[in-house]
C-alpha cells in the first residue's frame, strides 16, 4: 500500500464515523432543538461571539 493512499482512506474511514457520532448526539440532546451552527461550535468549541 502506498503511503499517499492512506490519508484519503483514513478520511473516508473517519467521516462516517463523525457523521454518525454527530447524529446520535444530535437525538440524545433533541435534534429539533439543535441549529447546525450550534452542533458546529459545540464540535469544534468555536465562539462566534
Same mark, same amino acid.
Given at each position: 500500500?502506498? =503511503?499517499?493512499? $492512506?490519508? /484519503?482512506?483514513? #478520511?473516508?474511514? @473517519?467521516? /462516517?464515523?463523525?457523521?454518525? *457520532?454527530?447524529? #446520535?448526539? &444530535? @437525538?440524545?440532546?433533541? $435534534? =429539533? &432543538? #439543535?441549529? $447546525?451552527?450550534?452542533?458546529?461550535? $459545540?464540535? *469544534?468549541? *468555536?465562539? &462566534?461571539?
Amino acid at each position: 500500500m502506498q =503511503k499517499t493512499n $492512506a490519508v /484519503p482512506v483514513t #478520511i473516508l474511514c @473517519i467521516a /462516517p464515523i463523525l457523521i454518525l *457520532f454527530t447524529v #446520535i448526539l &444530535s @437525538i440524545l440532546y433533541g $435534534a =429539533k &432543538s #439543535i441549529d $447546525a451552527e450550534i452542533v458546529w461550535n $459545540a464540535l *469544534f468549541h *468555536f465562539d &462566534s461571539s
